[in-house]
């Protein structure tokens, strides 16, 4: 099997991106900030109008919003994937998104492109969007290794500055069970080099979802 094949065989653990609905405005709202920041201050965009325009659709999307306890219940109903988190979440436009999917060896990965949004040093990734990214991926390595938890600890080493505007590789795997203490370990690589390499301990405790 060629690796593209094997790639589209492996099980999603993220959410698929619907091209309608709220899914299709988050990825409009990406593209906002994005320009935004690359636009900048000193563009003959006429910005007044631009925020009024926004503050707009923002009306309008809070007109139209459920009580807040009854779209937390919807956000956490249902046993399967996540669609409103911070880093895979296609409802969530702070998310890149990051799609993960699970490896035959037990492992997970995901691909991503950062922009402007995510940067720290000049034209790389900041390293608290690194930390959020690899939090997120050994949480979610841990669901498709069996146990998982909560992150106790998470210990993170930047070994080289990370590209923006460049494929970004996270992967993470879960590599030891001791009671309720989980440990997980992962990557962030770029053209095959790695990034940043972190290691995690997670505890086994769920918060209960809202009912
Ligand atoms: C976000 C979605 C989650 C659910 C999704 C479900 C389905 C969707 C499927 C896929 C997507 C999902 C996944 C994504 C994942 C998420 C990644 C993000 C994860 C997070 O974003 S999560 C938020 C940040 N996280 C916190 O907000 C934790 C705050 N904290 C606490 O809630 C407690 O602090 C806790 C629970 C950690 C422990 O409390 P506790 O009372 O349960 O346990 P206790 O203290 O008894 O410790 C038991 C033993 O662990 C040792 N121990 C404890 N802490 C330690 C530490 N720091 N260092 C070293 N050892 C430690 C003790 O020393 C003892 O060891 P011993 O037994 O040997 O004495």
Known sequence: MSPEAAARERPRLTATPDNA?????????RRVV?????????????????AA???AVADHLEQHAPPMADRMVDMW?????TRHDPVTGPENAIAPPLALAGRDDGAI????VLGLPYQGPPGFVHGGVSALLLDHTLGVANHWAGPSGMTAELTL????TTPLFQPLTV???QVSVDGRKIRTEGTITAGGE?????????IAKQVPRPQ
């Open 171 to 173: 992967t993470a795997r």
């Open 157 to 160: 080493r930047y070994h080289r």
């Open 194 to 202: 790695i990034c940043v390499s972190a290691a995690g301990l997670f």
């Open 53 to 55: 325009r926004l503050d």
């Open 21 to 29: 609905g709220v899914d299709a405005a988050v990825a409009a709202a």
């Open 77 to 81: 109903a249902g046993e399967g994937v």
């Open 34 to 50: 994005a320009a935004l920041l690359h636009t900048g201050g000193n563009s003959a965009a006429e910005m007044q109008d631009v």
């Open 109 to 112: 990965e995901g691909t991503t």
